[in-house]
């Protein structure tokens, strides 16, 4: 079990030990999760779980993105005014997700799987380094809100790494669920003080939004990789195509034959990165209200149409990214589908492998905590596209989120060997590629490729120009980042062993030698 946490990856390998599967390990996991890494997701975000299932050797996606509520209209949401307020808040998915999968493909009850996370919100826990410096980082938001200072200050003060830390509130709640189960959290008592709450300061979310919320089950995506297989998850998210054309548009590039530690390759990777950026922005979106050209951009066709754009002859980041001209088709929603995450990945000793992806968002999501519930509600609401009806991801009611969260299980010979994710928003997806490449292109065992320092173009703000790089600079050469400015990039450094570009979770399966490796 691999996961951000030492304590939710433990309270997974609890239930693998007590005989659980790898869907009831990765649930217990992702409840632990929201305790223990409250600021990057929770029960009042969202996810997708990538599934493979050894004995009818099957992959099951389950996304379960959030939704707009029915009363919310294009102008509604001030992207300025109200990111850090309830208004942010979609209609959350995790607690449906979770739980569909844990009766759909797993062994174990909800009371036995969410009792770790239960125990740990209860009884407390030596709060780990990041929690605590994420804590120090949003004091003042926490200071100025009652309900969330009473649990994330230690009386008032910041908490320090090592103190005992509960969350007795969220305890109640997750343990309303484990005997409520779905209906609880959608339609129960628990529903109406959640939009009793919301109401109170401003959402337009309402009982009918969550008692109509169900999960999909979508079909992966998927693209051979120097003659491995690459599955990963289609829309809404757009980080699965973004990662499968990188990846498609680097090997014919043939990325292989040049070291990381190269100008080549740092060329060939950001440009992908780049090109991959603006298609999956450009292109993605709901796919109940969009006929979406997702075949075509994973297609060996179009990166090859697209890898033109990368000169080796004469290497220049490009000041922008020219747009394709592929189709995308508004549709009529059918009333069946009405940089901050934490990633997942879990082996069983039966060959189940579940990849997963849960966020909130934003870091606390949209700031706004639920009375008396102990969890903080997503910002994903932001993440829709608030001006331009042409959109793909224009807001919509009842529409389903976008997000770039794309946990990934690589293929060899037909067998999953590596299941894969990160958190990080845009850096989710350059980050899976870069482990990817350092354990399938040059032979590094999984931790040694999660340590290796990162470079990635993902500024969208200015999607086109300039071509900045967010690079762990103190770990770079400095020649090779000399060289890298000469060709057009500019520098963003944001030091070492940063979330800014990513924070993988990985495992790893030695075939050969019936031996699995975990890192993060």
Same mark, same amino acid.
């Given at each position: ?7 939710? !990856?433990?309270a997974?390998?609890?239930?693998l ?41 099957e ?5 379960y ?5 029915v ?34 493909y ?9 009792? &770790?996370? $239960?125990k740990?919100?209860?009884e407390? *826990? &030596? ?18 809100n ?16 090592g ?24 339609t ?9 709450g ?12 969550l ?18 297989? /690459?599955?990963?998850?289609?829309p ?10 990188m990846?498609? $548009? ?6 292989s ?25 450009t ?5 109940? *209200? ?7 951009m ?17 290497m ?5 990214? &020219?747009? !394709?001209d592929?189709?995308?088709t508004?549709?009529e ?20 492998? /579940? ?6 968002g ?5 700031k706004?905590?639920?009375?008396g519930?102990?969890? *903080?509600?997503?910002s ?9 009806p042409?959109s793909?991801d ?13 946990? !990934? ?7 999953? $060997?590596m ?23 040059y ?19 200015g ?27 500019e ?13 993988i ?10 031996i ?5």
């Amino acid at each position: 079990v691999s996961s951000g946490s030492v304590y939710a !990856s433990q309270a997974g390998l609890e239930i693998l030990q007590a005989g659980g599967n790898a869907v009831d390990a990765a649930v217990a996991t992702a409840f632990a999760v929201g305790v223990c890494e409250p600021n990057l997701s929770g029960i009042g975000g969202c996810g997708m779980m990538n599934i493979y299932l050894a004995d009818n050797h099957e992959y099951e996606i389950l996304e379960y993105m959030e939704t707009v509520p029915v009363a919310v209209e294009p102008g509604w949401y001030n992207p300025e005014t109200d990111s850090a307020t309830a208004k942010n808040a979609a209609v959350p998915g995790q607690v449906a997700g979770l739980l569909t999968a844990l009766e759909k493909y797993g062994t174990m009850t909800p009371e036995e799987v969410m009792a &770790p996370a $239960i125990k740990l919100a209860r009884e407390g *826990f &030596p709060i780990e380094e990041r929690l605590a410096n994420a804590i120090m980082d949003s004091f003042d938001m926490i200071s100025a809100n009652e309900e969330a200072a009473a649990i994330y200050t230690n009386d008032g003060l910041p908490y320090a790494t090592g103190d005992l830390f509960k969350n007795e509130p969220l305890a109640d709640t997750l343990e309303a669920i484990a005997k409520g189960g779905i209906e609880e959290f959608y339609t129960g008592e628990l529903a109406q003080k959640m939009v009793d709450g919301l109401q109170a300061n401003g959402s337009l979310m309402a009982m009918e939004d969550l008692a109509t919320y169900t999960v999909a089950e979508r079909e992966p995506i998927r693209t051979e990789y120097y003659g491995y297989e /690459v599955v990963t998850v289609p829309p809404p998210s757009n980080g699965g195509d973004w990662l499968l054309e990188m990846l498609n $548009i680097m090997e014919e590039k043939d990325i292989s034959q040049y070291d990381p530690s190269t100008l080549e390759y740092q060329y060939i990777f950001n440009e992908a990165c780049r090109i991959g950026l603006v298609d999956s922005y450009t292109y993605i979106g709901d796919p109940a *209200f969009y006929d979406l050209p997702v075949e075509e951009m994973i297609s060996d066709e179009f990166a090859a149409e697209r890898a033109a754009l990368i000169d080796m002859d004469n290497m220049q980041a490009m000041e922008s990214v &020219p747009l !394709s001209d592929l189709p995308v088709t508004k549709l009529e929603p059918t009333a069946e589908e009405s940089q901050h995450t934490t990633h997942i990945a879990v082996i069983d000793q039966y060959g189940n492998i /579940v990849s997963t992806t849960n966020t909130l968002g934003n870091g606390w999501g949209c700031k706004f905590m639920a009375p008396g519930l102990g969890f *903080f509600y997503n910002s994903h609401i932001g993440n829709l596209d608030h001006e331009n009806p042409d959109s793909p991801d224009y807001v919509m009611p009842g529409k389903r989120v976008r997000s770039t969260i794309s946990p !990934s299980l690589v293929l060899q010979d037909g067998n999953p $060997i590596m299941a894969v994710g990160s958190p990080g928003s845009l850096a989710i997806p350059p980050a899976v590629a870069t482990i990817i490449n350092n354990v399938l292109l040059y032979g590094m065992n999984v931790q040694q490729a999660i340590n290796e320092p990162r470079a990635m173009a993902i500024n969208r703000s200015g999607m086109d120009s300039p071509a900045r790089v967010s690079i762990e600079q103190p770990r770079f050469d400095p020649d090779l980042v000399a060289q890298m400015e000469g060709i057009g990039y500019e520098m963003k450094d944001v030091g070492v062993y940063n979330m800014a570009v990513g924070g993988i979770a990985a495992i790893y399966l030695d075939r050969d030698n019936g031996i699995f490796y975990a890192g993060a």
